[in-house]
């Protein structure tokens, strides 16, 4: 059998059997089978070491002070070799010179320990340097770990511990500090007669504009006077020293000149900024030798000017004086003042009410407008408004814009608003609202155009939109009322209902291109056009008030049925076509522009009290109807 068998191993190739034993091999390695072993006790002794290091570093960040610094003595022994004691007391500011009667803080750092007590121990010396007295210990105060410390407590690279505040030193001091034993070396604080400014007094030099004489100010510190204003700054140090200089935030430091011992410079306040003043002592070295002050440039406010009288939109006839006052105010007074008008947006004309020279602060100044000297039409517009100047501004301040509408004389219009139309309302509803509308338009677009400064070409193009679509609704108003007057009234037509179909119809084309104007953001045509606009409207409204007064001096008799008919289809349609106006105007999209949504505000508001006066003067009418239906017979039921 062993030969056999040695003969059957002669015949295995060694080849194979290196193979099978490299294969037994690799297999072996990739199954992992000695880490899976190994691999439970391995993650609990990992764990537990993990808890002990844990516990190590918690024990020893909650351990006292001294235990702290030993065991970062025991990772850095080198340090420890190093340190002759491991408890270190850091002091600040050391050995320092100061000026006489100045505080100084005294900072100390605790390192390595937390004492029970921290003093800080003083000793004044006499004029040849012997102490004078015993020592004499002060607590010192904690530093909070919680609040922020400025640079003046950092000693090094150590923030301090505790503080203290030696005041009004007077002579040499030594000091040193002592926290539980831990004494630190003794420090010495020279006091010396260092420059410092006694009083500083300043003049202002106003600028020519203000018209105010100049100022000296005694003993002064803060500046707060007029921008442009040139301030002369005459300082005393207590004692006289080589050279000074003006310190002002973000500027080159300003040279002082020197004679009969004080220090002299000038300086043009252009912003808010500070200031302080520096000396020189007789080593050649530069010292604070002021607090710091606060320099306020104040702006030149804008002057206030508004009409006195009449200070609104009034009605007139061509032959009335209209009687204008402008009151203007100003901080430094007010150099001129004047009033520009224009007729139906044609060029304006400007009035000159004063051009003084004297410092009024306060000036009201008045004229007549003779409105039979003008070339005037019922309906026909005047737009005014008021202009300041104060001695600081090349551009001046503009009130708000009013206007005056041309009506008929006094007989023909009591008639129309007694009587009324219909459903018109005693104020007329129709000719009242249209007009309101597009004044309210004019005046919301005079605003951007007088206060353009304000806004950024975002904000500008925002509000010209929004104008240009509260015109563009007014113009679709108007022309929905012109194709339901045609078409309504066509057969009836006479003179007087053509003429207003033909000044909406002109009104209608004017508002299309003051639309356009503003779509193109160009306010100052627009307005120009809106004023025409407005006049177009103003001679619809005269127009129909003269339908009124001939509707009302031949509706009594038994012909004027047709007439009287026309009249109520009139008053209907106007009526009808604000209530459209009023709930378009009540969709406007929030979100605009402030000013002119304050506008939109008070657009509804004149338009929602127009309605309430068109319902009551509707009411009246037909009470009144019912009497004269009532008392007036045949002649009556002859009209019906």
């Not at 922020?148 to 407590?153: A, N, R, T």
């Not at 004494?183 to 010396?192: A, D, N, T």
């Not at 005037?376 to 005056?404: H, M, N, Q, T």
């Not at 106006?581 to 000013?595: K, S």
Request: charged share 25%; hydrophobic share 35%; net charge negative.
């Amino acid at each position: 059998m062993q030969q056999g068998s040695v003969r059957d191993a002669e015949r295995v190739s060694p080849e194979l059997q290196r193979r099978v034993l490299e294969e037994a091999i690799e297999r072996c390695e990739n199954s992992g089978f000695a880490s899976r072993i190994e691999r439970g006790s391995l993650r609990r002794f990992s764990v537990a070491l993990a808890g002990v290091a844990g516990a190590g570093m918690a024990a020893v960040l909650l351990s006292p002070a001294f235990l702290q610094h030993g065991a970062m003595l025991l990772f850095t022994p080198w340090k420890a070799a190093a340190a002759d004691n491991p408890y270190q007391l850091r002091v600040g500011p050391g050995n320092l010179t100061v000026a006489r009667g100045s505080d100084q803080l005294i900072s100390a750092a605790v390192l390595g320990f937390d004492p029970d007590r921290v003093e800080v121990a003083l000793r004044p010396l006499d004029a040849s340097g012997d102490p004078q007295g015993e020592w004499r210990q002060w607590p010192m105060n904690r530093v909070s770990a919680e609040v922020d410390v400025d640079g003046d407590l950092m000693i090094g690279d150590v923030r301090a511990t505790h503080d203290f505040i030696a005041l009004n030193l007077r002579a040499d001091t030594d000091y040193y500090v002592d926290a539980s034993g831990v004494r630190s070396p003794i420090y010495r604080i020279r006091v010396k007669d260092l420059p410092y400014v006694e009083q500083i007094d300043l003049q202002y030099q106003f600028p020519d504009f203000s018209g105010l004489s100049d100022r000296t100010v005694e003993d002064g510190g803060d500046i707060a006077v007029l921008e442009g204003t040139r301030v002369l700054f005459s300082i005393l140090p207590i004692f006289e020293v080589p050279e000074g200089r003006l310190l002002i935030e973000g500027e080159e430091p300003i040279d002082l000149s020197s004679g009969d011992g004080r220090l002299t410079a000038a300086y043009r306040i252009s912003g808010n900024t500070y200031y302080r003043i520096e000396l020189m002592d007789d080593e050649g070295r530069w010292h604070r030798a002021s607090a710091e002050y606060m320099i306020t440039a104040l702006e030149n406010q804008p002057p206030i000017v508004r009409f006195t009288n009449p200070g609104r939109d009034i009605q007139v006839t061509l032959v009335d004086e209209v009687f204008v006052e402008v009151e203007a105010e100003d901080d430094y007074g007010v150099s001129r003042l004047g009033i520009r008008y224009a007729i139906n947006g044609g060029e304006e004309t400007a009035l000159n009410l004063l051009d003084s020279r004297s410092s009024m602060k306060k000036v009201s100044a008045a004229h007549t407008l003779f409105l039979e000297e003008m070339e005037l039409g019922i309906g026909d517009s005047i737009s005014y408004y008021a202009e300041a100047w104060d001695r600081g501004r090349s551009k001046p301040v503009i009130s708000d814009i009013y206007f005056l509408e041309i009506r008929p004389f006094d007989r023909n219009y009591r008639r129309a608003e007694q009587g009324g139309g219909g459903g018109m309302g005693g104020d007329g509803g129709f000719d009242n609202t249209l007009s309101v509308q597009q004044k309210m338009i004019i005046s919301a677009t005079f605003r951007l155009v007088r206060d353009a400064e304000e806004y950024s070409d975002r904000e500008m193009s925002e509000n010209l939109t929004t104008v240009a679509l509260m015109q563009g609704r007014l113009r679709d108003q108007v022309g929905s009322l012109i194709t339901r007057m045609g078409n309504r009234g066509q057969q009836l037509l006479g003179d007087e209902e053509s003429k207003i179909i033909e000044f909406l119809q002109q009104a209608a084309t004017e508002m299309a291109v003051a639309q356009r104007e503003l779509e193109e953001e160009r306010p100052d045509e627009a307005m120009t056009v809106e004023k025409q606009a407005l006049a177009s409207l103003q001679r619809a409204e005269s127009a129909f008030r003269e339908l009124t007064v001939s509707f009302q001096q031949g509706g009594g008799g038994g012909g004027g049925g047709s007439q009287q008919q026309l009249s109520e289809d009139l008053a209907d349609l106007f009526e009808l076509e604000l209530d459209k106006l009023r709930n378009q105007y009540e969709t406007v999209q929030r979100g605009e522009a402030e000013q002119t949504q304050a506008e939109i505000d008070e657009l509804m508001q004149t338009l929602r009290e127009l309605g309430r006066r068109q319902q009551r003067e509707n009411e009246r009418q037909n009470r009144l109807r019912g009497r004269q239906q009532q008392g007036g017979g045949g002649g009556g039921s002859q009209q019906q």
